[in-house]
């Protein structure tokens, strides 16, 4: 939902709640069922919540220095969670309301889940007898690491994830709760948390940050598989696993969640900077994922999620600006001014910009074709999946100093090579008729995307070599000159195209979605298909890049879109850093 500002108003619970069944307690206060209540006092259908009401005043007067202290405690708590009510994901519980009643109370409500994770696990341990799966435990932990990821964006650390503050909702839509303990900034020394779930620096009184939900997030994942925080002697796993000393593997996993133990090993490793990062843990679970449509609906229900934000803040922020529009700018001074007049192009621009972002995510009917592939190779991938087959596939790291310097001359060889035109064609990936003359290159020109359109447009035919983090060398041709277009984006049909890999020795045609052979962008370098080959802006600092051979030109034999390989075989992986980028103009 699009964000709120809460405003602690007082009123009375009866003016927009009733209350209906009591479903937890507290030491201030307790948790109700309510329905919420129309202006007319008529109970709105289908909107039940959850409200919770906190009794402090009663406990300031008579009160000993024990029950003033948990008093206290209780008041931090209340400010930390007012300082998260603005948090909104959709895998976060979230605060529909707060405010102030006459007799004190403090009253917060939210989201109304089915039950918590323990009760939840309990359920499915002790009645049904049915333990989950490992697809089922990856699928909980993939939507725990989305809505803890999106607190840690926020600079936030959570420091109490437990299966009691883990709530689950229609849909099996799994969603965090009781940020009253959450600290905001990197690092803090603080104690905070449950000792069954604390990680060790917590307890050792030092200084820490954020990897330490990750280390409550491993026992969350301990209890999804056993429905214990205890081994079988009796022992809180916690306690074993912050014992510094011993063995590095302290707790062996059941033998059907063996698939688990390396991961589950990162975790809950004591020194927390080797800890996984959640978009590792991310790329890990989604592995062992079997059950893709459900993936596939919890993906639709997280963008529908954004869909509806979105447009809800867009609406409003644009009423706000046409009614301040329509009074100020009647101003003509104002209007006409040159701060004025430039913030109203700048923000044209910056409204084009994101339409352009926005259309690129529409299909064009000529995309028709590979959606229904994508659509079969999902089914394939499902199958290759349960095989083991992408398991058993090398993970790519990225490389060592001395071996970025041999790829290096690697890379100088084959280019050379291929741009000098040397050699027999055998030893040729592709043959280019005419003078190669260097028009760019990166780690001398700059890896911006200003200072690849400052050499190369209106330059044709090029060809672009690219070195990725991973050692591999790789690029395309067109015939056709690069632009960097005043709408921010323009596909094109280019039937001499081709994209190539120097490191396995192929060339690639096109053969499907033929309008997106080649790409311009203006604040990106290059593109290549629909999703083959992306270069985009500061391409050697980050993971931007992205390539997927198999949508608009020829795939290797045996390599299938959509699959692993088809993300590794140009780049090394889907995501990927850049080490150097040269673009030649070749004479005809």
């Known amino acids: 939902m699009a964000t709120k500002g809460l405003g602690l108003n007082i009123r009375e619970i009866t003016d927009r709640y009733r209350l209906d069944q009591k479903i937890g307690k507290g030491s201030f206060g307790e948790v109700y069922q309510a329905q919420l209540l129309d202006d007319k006092q008529q109970v709105i259908l289908n909107k039940s919540v959850a409200l919770k009401q906190q009794n402090l005043y009663k406990f300031v007067e008579n009160a000993n220095a024990k029950v003033k ?56 341990l002790n009645y049904e007898k049915k333990p989950y799966n490992v697809s089922e435990i990856s699928f909980i932990m993939l939507q725990l690491l989305e809505g ?43 104690d905070a948390g449950k000792d069954t779930h604390k990680a060790p620096e917590i307890k050792l009184g030092r200084q820490y940050d954020n990897k330490v939900d990750i280390w409550s997030l491993g026992i969350v ?15 809180f796993i916690n306690s074993i696993l912050s014992d510094p000393e011993g063995p590095e593997q302290k707790i062996v996993l059941p033998d059907q969640y063996s698939q688990f133990q390396q991961i589950f090993n990162r975790m809950t490793t004591f020194k927390a900077n080797l800890r996984p990062t959640i978009e590792e843990l991310k790329g890990e679970f989604l592995k062992l994922v079997q059950d893709k449509q459900q993936y596939y609906r919890y993906q639709n229900y997280v963008m529908n999620y954004y869909y509806t934000q979105t447009k809800q803040i867009v609406e409003t922020q644009m009423q706000l600006f046409k009614k301040n529009a329509d009074y100020h700018l009647k101003n003509n001074q104002i209007k006409n001014s040159e701060a004025t007049q430039n913030n109203l192009t700048d923000l044209v621009k910056d409204l084009k910009s994101y339409d352009e972002m926005i259309k690129s995510y529409i299909n064009n009917k000529t995309e028709v074709k590979l959606q229904k592939k994508v659509a079969t190779l999902q089914v394939q991938y499902e ?18 100093a001395q071996q970025i310097s041999q790829c290096e001359l690697e890379y100088r060889r084959l280019v050379d090579k291929h741009v000098k035109q040397q050699g027999n064609a055998n030893e040729l990936v592709f043959k280019l008729n005419g003078q190669c003359k260097l028009l760019y290159k990166a780690t001398r020109d700059g890896f911006k995307a200003a200072d690849f359109h400052s050499k190369c447009d209106n330059q044709s035919p090029t060809v672009s070599f690219i070195l990725s983090e991973f050692g591999l060398i790789f690029g395309g041709y067109t015939s056709i000159p690069w632009t960097a277009p005043e709408n921010l984006y323009q596909n094109n049909s280019d039937g001499e195209a081709f994209i190539f890999s120097l490191s396995k020795n192929t060339v690639h045609n096109q053969h499907q979605n033929t309008g997106y052979a080649v790409s311009h962008f203006k604040n990106q370098m290059m593109q290549f298909g629909m999703s083959e080959i992306q270069i985009k802006d500061d ?16 795939t290797s034999n045996g390599i299938e879109f959509g ?26």
Do not use: W
């Open 383 to 400: 199958e290759k999946k349960r095989n083991d087959q992408v398991k058993n596939e090398p993970e790519v790291k990225s490389l060592t």
């Open 148 to 190: 803890l990821g999106y607190i840690h964006d926020s600079g936030f650390i959570h420091r109490d994830i437990a299966p009691d503050n883990i709530l689950v909702f229609k849909d099996g839509i799994i969603k965090i709760c009781d940020l009253g303990i959450a600290s905001f900034g990197k690092h803090t020394t603080l």
């Open 539 to 554: 391409c050697n600092e980050k993971r931007t890049n992205s390539s997927k051979i198999g949508s608009t030109y020829q």
């Open 563 to 588: 699959s692993q390989k088809s993300e590794d075989y140009l780049a090394g992986a889907k995501k990927f850093k850049v080490l150097e980028v040269e673009v030649y103009s070749v004479a005809v």
């Open 221 to 235: 994942l301990h209890y999804l598989m056993t429905g214990s925080d205890k081994d079988k002697k009796g022992n």
């Open 69 to 124: 202290d948990k008093f206290t405690l209780e008041i931090l708590r209340l400010i930390r969670e007012i300082a998260t009510f603005e948090l909104r994901h959709p895998n976060i519980v979230e605060i529909e309301d707060a405010f102030l009643t006459s007799e004190n109370k403090f009253v917060i409500t939210s989201e109304l889940a089915e039950t918590n994770l323990e009760t939840f696990v309990q359920r499915k």
